[in-house]
């Protein structure tokens, strides 16, 4: 098989489970061959693509780049696409994360052929969206991206989850306007859509059409940003997250807000000021990391906190990816960061999916959210059917996770992106946002401690085996993330950067000072959480929580984003 049908295998292979799923639909008075047919459709579109991800990475690691156009039309003409150790490195992300929310939902719902074929349609568009290098097809794919996911979110059934989805839909399509508004800037200039014709007509544009350049840059980025959850322009995740299906929930969480971002690099890329925009993403990212968990801790929700969560977490991503762009892949530094910045991206989607499945599935077996009221979690599981408490086990490792405690995957990505940032603000932005952290997982812990004030609004007999199998594999992937770390920072820095020829030395991260660094954070955690329990900073953070939050905000919100973007490019 040629090496481009291996790249649209991964596309074409979802889209095809996707048709064979819908089958079921339409028959669907027989349960069974109904079953038979979304069950044949979810393999396909899932488990298949990971052998032409296989074939395809022995290719990429060598630094091979498949290129080509749609169709065999001429370049510039044509949609044109690029598979690299970037594209391979997000497919592996979106297929792993993708595979395992499905075999929650089989136990944990939403299931059957309607839900299956639109999961479908959604990792066909996330596996597109990496390897486009037309800017047209990448408005599409994200398109694609959104339509599916405002379809998927009121599937839980769950009130205000309509609601969110139609926020979501207002903001993403209002946001994508712009996007279009900066294509066409780009086109009028160029002449072209793809990626190599807008880079080869930037270089001789005129000094007139300099402006117009930077204006449809700030146009794509604060489009993108939205989609990314970047403060200020983080309004519509919340609700969106918390209300959906604790697989979509997953998904949302582990690979939706970060793919644009990762195709986002490519655009920047093409212009001068790429740089520029980096370094200023990276400062909202830092800022992101600390004020989202500020407002993680002020939560009752149990999900809505892990959707803060998210949020604070995209901050530590948008800061390594912004300042590796800024001193560029070319660099040691550089490099680091972008790799800490997949790798956190990455293990994120791991440890924040396995949190989200493990928190749906006590949330669906107590029928209770409020962190404040749920209690004994273990015991009430054991009354749902849990006879082993794995759910809890799994929490437990998300937890230690998502708080970067040894030997765990968050560790070691954390670490990674501390050691770039070394001794800089971002640096120290960080690190406040890693002890909000600790003390937000000590809150949400308490769930699983014995109390008296338990007041579930049911127990509900539930099935676990396939909540366990999903479990399980995204706590197994967080154990084995910490444990090898050098090797995946050699693969990740060969498939970043394959073609250049610097000796990269990994970090030590098990040294005596980022131990003690690790000891330090969780001593601040504990001490925070204790301090959120006195009066008056309970109070000030049932105010940030019952803030009032609208769509005219988040309006203003991008407009002076966008507009502080353009005065950036522009001073």
Not at 498 to 525: C, N, R
Request: proline share 4%.
């Amino acid at each position: 098989m040629k090496p481009e049908d291996l790249v649209f295998s991964t596309l074409m292979l979802p889209l095809l489970g996707a048709a064979i799923a819908l089958c079921g639909k339409l028959i669907h008075s027989h349960k069974r061959i109904a079953k038979s047919f979304e069950y044949s459709g979810a393999i396909i579109g899932l488990a298949l693509p990971w052998v032409a991800l296989i074939l395809l990475g022995q290719q990429v690691l060598r630094g091979e780049i498949i290129t080509g156009v749609v169709g065999n039309w001429y370049s510039g003409v044509g949609i044109s696409y690029q598979f690299d150790g970037l594209s391979w490195l997000i497919q592996v992300l979106g297929f792993t994360i993708g595979l395992v929310a499905w075999i929650y939902s089989l136990g944990g719902g939403p299931k059957g052929p309607a839900f299956t074929t639109i999961f479908l349609i959604q990792t066909a568009a996330l596996a597109a969206t990496i390897i486009t290098t037309d800017l047209f097809n990448l408005f599409v794919c994200l398109e694609v991206m959104g339509i599916t996911s405002y379809v998927l979110i009121p599937t839980s059934k769950k009130p205000g989850a309509s609601l969110a989805a139609f926020s979501y839909l207002m903001v993403s399509a209002s946001a994508m306007v712009f996007f279009l508004l900066g294509t066409y800037g780009l086109y009028r200039i160029t002449g072209s859509l793809s990626y190599e014709g807008i880079s080869l007509g930037l270089k001789i544009i005129s000094p007139q059409n300099q402006m117009i350049a930077i204006v449809s840059c700030t146009l794509l980025v604060s489009a993108v940003a939205i989609r990314v959850a970047v403060m200020p322009l983080y309004g519509w995740l919340p609700d969106a997250h918390a209300l959906a299906p604790h697989a979509v929930s997953a998904v949302l969480s582990g690979v939706l807000i970060k793919t644009p971002l990762f195709a986002l690099s490519r655009v920047l890329m093409l212009f001068a000021q790429g740089p520029e925009v980096g370094q200023l993403m990276s400062i909202a990212g830092g800022v992101t990391a600390l004020a989202a968990v500020i407002i993680a801790l002020s939560q009752k929700d149990v999900k809505r906190l892990l959707a803060y969560h998210s949020i604070s977490q995209i901050g530590y991503i948008v800061s390594a990816w912004g300042m590796a762009l800024q001193f560029g892949l070319e660099t040691e530094t550089g490099l680091f960061l972008m790799i800490g910045a997949y790798l956190h991206a990455l293990f994120h989607a791991l440890f924040k999916g396995l949190l989200f499945l493990s928190v749906g599935t006590t949330i669906d077996a107590t029928g209770q959210r409020n962190v404040y009221v749920l209690r004994g979690a273990i015991g009430l599981l054991r009354k749902a059917g849990e006879r082993v408490p794995i759910t809890f086990f799994t929490f437990l490792v998300g937890a230690l996770a998502i708080t970067a405690l040894p030997p765990l995957n968050g560790f070691v990505s954390k670490n990674l992106i501390t050691y770039g940032l070394n001794n800089s603000y971002l640096y120290y932005l960080l690190i406040s946002a890693s002890v909000g952290t600790v003390a937000s997982f000590i809150k949400l812990g308490r769930i699983f401690v014995p109390g008296t004030n338990t007041k579930p609004s049911r127990i509900k007999r539930i099935r676990f085996r396939s909540r366990w199998v999903a479990q399980l594999t995204l706590a197994i992937l967080c154990i084995i993330g910490g444990f090898w770390t050098p090797t995946v920072i050699e693969i990740v820095a060969k498939l970043l950067a394959p073609h250049q020829h610097m000796v990269l030395t990994a970090p030590e991260l098990y040294t005596t000072d980022s131990l003690l660094k690790t000891l330090w954070i969780t001593f601040g955690g504990i001490i925070l959480y204790l301090l959120i329990q006195t009066a008056p900073l309970k109070k000030a953070l049932t105010m940030i929580r019952t803030r009032p939050r609208n769509f005219k905000g988040l309006f203003v919100s991008f407009s002076l984003g966008t507009a502080a973007l353009a005065l950036w490019l522009l001073v």
